[in-house]
């Protein structure tokens, strides 16, 4: 999966998603507990909710928009958006594997 995302102002893309939240990869590190909005669009919906980061990671030095560190970060969304979240990824995920 490979879905741009927003997250609050940074750009970065949605690399997984479950049950229990995402993963994404962007420049930058995000501060661990925050807070931020994410929204990216799927199966053409726009879907916004505000998330929690659960950890921030370094993935690569140098492999980032002009040089800059790639990190990767897990994300817990919260509100109401999720579950509606989670069944329309889920299905666009199962259409591709068709």
Not at 6 to 11: D, I
Not at 22 to 29: P, Q, S, W
Not at 71 to 79: A, D, M, Q, T
């Amino acid at each position: 999966m490979s879905i741009p995302v927003r997250l609050g102002r940074k750009e970065g893309l949605l690399v997984e998603i479950d049950e229990a939240g995402a993963r994404v990869r962007h420049t930058g590190a995000l501060k661990l507990g925050g807070e931020l909005q994410v929204s990216f669009t799927a199966a053409g919906e726009v879907f916004v909710a505000p998330s929690r980061v659960l950890a921030c990671r370094v993935v690569g030095l140098g492999l980032g928009d002009g040089g800059s560190t790639l990190f990767e970060s897990r994300l817990r969304f919260e509100g109401e958006a999720w579950e509606r979240l989670l069944g329309v990824v889920g299905a666009r995920a199962q259409a591709a594997r068709v």
